[in-house]
Nanobody
């Protein structure tokens, strides 16, 4: 599976962006996909997760209620809708996929073997 992340950009605080993660090769049907983000000087951290087969989703506490992860299986794409953005959301956002991640490990970046190239989100105050 090859992943391509897109949709990042510059937005003012309180604004919205939608990120996309598309599988350019293969299918995501039996995969789980997660979004992680990495701010300058910080470790890459978990943002959101979706299991493609069931539609089960999960979000980190820091984005819960503001971000929504969804999928379009026909388009082989996972979306991250980000609303009410804050300056602290500024980071490079990466999507990742795995066909073997277990539920209890879904927030661990080491559980994912396929990564997109990252897309920069900058939120100005």
């Amino acid at each position: 599976v090859q992943l391509q992340a897109s949709g990042g950009g510059l937005v003012q605080a309180g604004g919205s962006l939608r990120l996309s993660c598309t599988a350019s090769e293969g299918t995501l049907r039996n995969y789980a996909v997660a979004w992680f983000r990495q701010a300058p000087g910080k470790e890459r951290g978990f943002v959101s997760y979706i299991k493609l087969s069931s539609g089960y989703t999960d979000h980190s506490d820091s984005v819960k209620g503001r971000f929504t992860i969804s999928r379009d299986n026909a388009k082989k794409t996972v979306y991250l809708q980000m609303n009410s953005l804050r300056p602290e959301d500024t980071a490079v956002y990466y999507c990742a996929a795995s066909s073997t991640v277990i539920h209890s490990n879904r927030a661990s970046r080491t559980a994912y073997g396929y990564w997109g190239q990252g897309t920069l989100v900058t939120v100005s105050s």
